[in-house]
């Protein structure tokens, strides 16, 4: 299911979570609190090199968003993307620019994480289909 983050936070529309107190390797992945009505929240901790921690990126269409980024080791990164424009998310591998999402659009106002492997010594970048505004959040894990 997708829809706009808007309509988590003025609740229209409600997330439900299932719950796993600790990661395979016995470290806290998840913090539980309730407020004081009992309502859950949930916080999860995602660790890593921060590769990009972008707000409010102005992007030109179908142009490189960052600076080149080559990783120094080979591992998973997780990337995670929202935008005021819809349009199509691109990863760029060694100049080879090849479409995320299966090549559907990305939808305003909606946040989308993608988790994929990085060799090291490559060259990694995003592009996006039309002119936007957009928050990136990238670590390499």
Not at 40 to 57: C, F, P, Q, R
Not at 79 to 86: E, F, G, K, R, T
């Amino acid at each position: 299911m997708i829809f706009p983050l808007s309509n988590l936070l003025d609740g229209t529309k409600r997330f439900f979570v299932g719950l796993q107190g600790q990661k395979f390797d016995g470290t806290t992945m998840e913090t539980i609190k309730t407020n004081d009505d009992g309502a859950l929240k949930v916080s999860a901790e995602l660790t890593g090199n921060i590769i990009v921690n972008e707000t409010d990126k102005v992007v030109t269409e179908n142009t490189n968003i960052l600076t080149n980024y080559i990783p120094t080791k080979t591992g998973n990164s997780v990337l995670m993307i929202a935008s005021n424009s819809a349009g199509i998310l691109k990863l760029s591998v060694d100049n080879l620019v090849q479409n995320l999402n299966g090549g559907s659009i990305v939808l305003i106002d909606t946040w989308y994480a993608f988790e994929f492997p990085m060799l090291t010594g490559g060259i990694y970048n995003l592009q996006f289909s039309v002119n936007a505004t957009m928050q990136i959040k990238w670590i390499e894990r």
